[in-house]
């Protein structure tokens, strides 16, 4: 059965756009690149071989081209998974509910997100100004509260309750939510780069480790060290960042397919931070549209 969506579940703009991205359902293409930064947008679609539309409203800008016969997006998020709950839940209206009826459409669109991020590193290991594509993630952020619960495969249930258990053990709090990229971008990329599970933070300073002013909690204090040493079955947390983990979420939940690539600038344990930035990500975003496209 498809539910009416009323006028304050969707707003529509009276333009017939979406309300927060602004846009339509004939500007954003299937296979969509997702940059926290605005200023990024113009970096990957400069590699477009055309680009046929462009638009901005507060941080979200979209611009949308092609390379070659791929139709292609890059919209900009802004930063946290607050950001990403608005972002994916609009680019699936716009291709997965009738704006004149406001009825879920018979036939759904699967789309593919593919974020192209900045992270911190958790293992000695992996060096700075390497690129990770992320497995799966694990949120510390509290978007997952508010949805049903989605399917883990029975190794991804096995790891998300040993890492509850320890959590709450170590911290009296067990908090998080796991979830996993989609297999099919997984392995087009997952030969090419660094792998390994994601940590998605509510926060850049007290949820990351960081103390300016502001005391931390313990867990604030401890929760870095006691990611950087978990493992569980030769699986082990590599890098954290603020978004990862929404974007696979909602992925999930909407069956879309997610996959997450980092350029790691930072590497928290030896305490390091690349000098040489925008070559990194500049290098991470030619790479992945090379494999992409």
């Known amino acids: ?35 926290g930064d605005p200023d990024r947008v113009p970096k990957v679609s400069d590699l477009f ?4 539309f462009k638009f901005k409203n507060r941080e979200l800008h979209t611009h949308t081209g092609s390379i070659g016969n ?5 919209l900009s998020t802004g930063m946290g998974t607050d950001n990403i709950d608005i972002v994916i839940n609009e680019v699936d209206a716009l291709f997965n509910i009738d704006f004149e009826t406001r009825l879920p459409k018979e036939t759904t669109t699967q789309l593919r997100f593919i974020r192209l991020g900045t992270s911190g590193c958790l293992q000695a290991d992996i060096p700075i100004d390497s690129i990770l594509v992320s ?4 949120g510390f952020d509290s978007l997952a509260n508010y949805y049903s619960p989605i399917n883990l495969s ?19 709090a067990n908090s998080c ?18 792998n390994g599970i994601t940590a998605t933070c509510p926060g850049f300073y ?6 300016v002013r502001a005391e931390l909690s313990n867990l604030g204090n401890g929760l870095l060290g006691f990611l950087e040493q978990y493992t569980y079955n030769s699986r082990r947390i590599t890098n954290f960042e603020m978004e990862t983990a929404g974007i696979y979420l909602m992925a999930n939940l ?20 690349s000098t040489q930035a925008d070559k990194t990500v500049n290098s991470m975003i030619e790479k992945a549209l090379a494999l992409l496209c």
């Open 70 to 74: 791929q139709a292609i997006s890059v």
């Open 254 to 273: 909407l069956g879309h397919q997610a996959i997450s690539i980092s350029a790691i600038l930072a590497n928290r344990v030896n305490k390091q931070f």
């Open 49 to 52: 071989d055309h680009i046929d």
């Open 177 to 194: 939510y796991l979830t996993p990229s989609s297999d099919n971008l997984y392995h087009i990329f997952s030969p090419h780069f660094a």
């Open 154 to 172: 029975a190794d991804d249930q096995l790891l998300y309750h040993d890492l509850k258990e320890k959590l709450l053990q170590n911290f009296g």
């Open 1 to 35: 059965m498809r539910n009416y969506i009323s006028e304050t579940d969707l707003i529509i703009n009276p333009n017939g756009s979406i309300y927060h991205l602004g846009i339509k359902p004939t500007d954003l293409a299937q296979t969509i690149i997702l940059v």
């Open 135 to 138: 497995q799966a993630a694990v």
């Open 206 to 211: 007290g949820p990351q480790g960081r103390s």
